[in-house]
């Protein structure tokens, strides 16, 4: 069955407006299916979640859902009880104008933490909004999650009458651990729970688990997907490349869009002994400042990927002989370079996309991450965030 | 016994010159002592450990040396079987002009990785240095080991008639595991083998041990010190103190001249389960490029300092509702802050030392840790540092 981009999955209406959380752009964004779904989430492993993350992650645990609500511009995060608090109060809000028992309903919250929520306005800005339900501007949900992104993040994909789309927020706060910021994919497949789950899981697993862009994990990473059958089966493994490759999509939007980023970095590893291992030294590679700043700089400094491998302490040794370092197809270890060579690699270091291939030549074992570098934007933005 | 900063440890004598490795600066410096020393040495963990480190380790197991040899602008790591002849010719000749064994000679190594010594400008450098020798100009050594470092870093004590001198350099690639850049300590002590590992090793880890720039561990981390007993003997309390002492003040100024640096972080986590769990949690803060942004903007914005607590996973597993941070004397978690306590932060984070207090509640163990902030700077110098 063919894949191609295209159209909104059934059934599904939204609510998407300000409601002056920090700024005048949108914030606050609901989108409810006409039926119940079959849902799953996975989110993020801080200990400092918020009661946003751990409110979803009791109401998926019936793999039913009907609503995610989303805050955005404050994470509603190390609040204390009021926090707890000022969340049931926004599920009730939105249990009584949609309908929707509230344990049926998805809550994901994100911005900077340890300030309150402005509940006056968000009680004004939902009172009545039951009745201003519309078909879903997916592009404008999109654009109602962000913080300081730059571009929103959507996929989609068809799959025979099944329709898939994807969106996702984050540029920084992000080496996803189990999860993701915040990501939601919508569905009219009708699948049962625990094939949802299980493919669900293993695409997060191989795609935004596999991205970091500042090795800090948020408070308030959560990725769900809601399915509400309307369009029927499709077979799962249709589904399952579709939804990877939606995730996928996604993920690449993220990197790119990352704070201050100027280039994605690809990390391979292969010929590990296992997946953990592989993953371990991709991502010491992906994370490592001085690798990123040199592909900021597209200077051919390989050494600095040498150094990161060399730090990595992994339950099965490494063996630095054995090692080869690739920058797209260019060998730079163990070979010497030529002056035609370090041109090259200068070359590959100024496009956009940044593929760095490392065999460790030991075992079988393979894993691919996604990355960005580090460039003076990051600090510009960051240096001045919450204020 | 009191401690004072004072003059150099008798029977040390040095060659400091420039090879011209990268530029006009002073790249070479041979350090000697009239006798043989008691001597210990802590090296990188990392994988990719150059011949430098390896042939100096082999040749610090008997505790005994009487020379070190330092080459700056090159790490001479990841150049396979060249280099590690490169090395050991650069041990032959300065035993041949010193008339010292070359087991009995430590050699360091430090800047770019993957490149050869230009070895015939080394050969020529070192004919004849032999009958060049004169006491040492701990200042001057102590810039000749620098790469992008900006000033020199030395510390000194006096107890009773011993002397004691530590240089150091390092501004970027540090993470030190287990040892840290390079460091080298020299005294007139006259001490015992086993007590000098003991007390070195130990001071290593409460302090270079305890620095992080920017959490790449390089590839050529040394820290050796040199006894030559020529002052006598002192309490080993009192040498251990004065050991220490030197050793932070290194530290401090390796953290002060970091990278594009423009403050120090010292993080402090007390009343964890053990000291382990203090120390991660604390090299989690420090290490947050979130946090280190947010103090370099002084952005008062520590709700960054949860997220880094929240991303750390412990064996005996931390309780965000026990956590108390504090920015000096200013509580910021779990309280509300008022509009006076954000703007005390904001005073707070824009010493040129900020201090983190983190108490987890729930044990006995703490620990300090040391870094930087993260400016544009970090990535002005790192986008360009090869080429």
């Keep these: 069955m063919s894949?191609?981009?295209?159209?909104?999955?059934?059934?599904?209406?939204?609510?998407?407006t300000n409601l002056g959380i920090r700024d005048t752009t949108d914030d606050f964004v609901v989108i409810k299916s006409a039926v119940p779904c079959v849902a799953d989430g996975v989110f993020t492993q801080s200990l400092f979640a918020g009661p946003s993350v751990t409110i979803s992650r009791d109401n998926l645990k019936d793999s039913q859902a009907q609503a995610i609500v989303v805050i955005s511009?404050?994470?509603n995060v190390a609040n204390g009880a009021v926090g707890i608090a000022d969340a049931q109060e926004v599920l009730q809000l939105v249990?009584?104008?949609t309908g929707i028992a509230a344990h049926d309903i998805v809550i994901a919250s994100t911005g900077v933490i340890g300030r309150r929520y402005p509940i006056e306005k968000i009680r004004a800005g939902l009172s009545g909004f039951g009745k201003k339900l519309t078909a879903v501007d997916f592009d404008a949900a999109a654009r109602g999650i962000m913080t300081t992104d730059t571009v929103p993040k959507l996929a989609t994909r068809q799959i025979?009458?099944?329709n898939l789309v994807g969106i996702a927020k984050g540029v920084g706060m992000i080496e996803p651990n189990m999860a993701t910021l915040l990501t939601f994919f919508f569905t009219d497949a009708a699948i049962e729970a625990n094939s949802l789950r299980s493919i669900f899981r293993s695409t997060i697993d191989k795609t935004f688990n596999c991205l970091s862009v500042d090795t800090d994990t948020s408070t308030s990473d959560s990725a769900v997907i809601l399915a509400n059958g309307l369009a029927g089966e499709v077979p799962l493994e249709d589904f399952a490349n579709a939804l990877q490759e939606v995730a996928h999509e996604l993920v690449l939007k993220i990197a790119k869009d990352a704070e201050g980023a100027t280039k994605i970095i690809e990390v391979t590893v292969d010929s590990a002994i296992n997946y953990a291992q592989a993953k371990k030294v991709a991502k010491a590679i992906v994370n490592s400042?001085?690798?990123?700043?040199?592909?900021y700089g597209a200077d051919p400094n390989w050494g600095r990927v040498a150094m990161a491998i060399g730090k990595c302490e992994t339950e099965q040794e490494i063996n630095s002989e054995k090692v080869v370092i690739r920058f797209d197809n260019v060998r730079v270890y163990p070979d010497t370079l030529s002056p035609e060579n370090l041109e090259q690699l200068r070359q590959i270091m100024s496009q956009d996309k940044v593929h760095i291939h490392v065999s460790l030549n030991i075992g079988e074992a393979a894993a691919t991450v996604w990355g960005c570098d580090l460039s003076e934007g990051y600090i510009e933005i960051n240096g001045k965030y919450s204020t």
Tied chains: 1, 2.
């Excluded at 909104?8 to 998407?16: E, K, V």
């Design 289 to 295: 400042p001085l690798v990123k700043t040199a592909i």
């Design 160 to 162: 025979g009458n099944v």
């Design 73 to 75: 511009k404050n994470a």
């Design 95 to 97: 249990a009584a104008e």
């Design 3 to 16: 894949l191609t981009t295209s159209s909104t999955p059934q059934g599904f209406s939204a609510f998407i």
